[in-house]
C-alpha cells in the first residue's frame, strides 16, 4: 500500500462533491457524503489516485 503524502492529500478533491478526500488503506473517501448519502470512495493504483467512478474505469 502507497501512503499519499499529505501534501498531495490536501491538493486533491473529489470530482463529484468538491471535497478533500483521506487515504484508507489503498483508496481515497470523500469526507462529505456523494449523491448516494455515503462517502465516494476511489482506488489508488500503483500510488497514482483514481479520481474516476468505477463504471468510468470499465469502460
Known sequence: MAK????LLGLLRCPVTGSTLVQEDNELLTTVPGPAGVP???????GIPLLLRPEQLAS
Open 40 to 46: 465516494l470512495r476511489y482506488a489508488i493504483d500503483e
Open 4 to 7: 499519499l503524502s499529505d501534501e
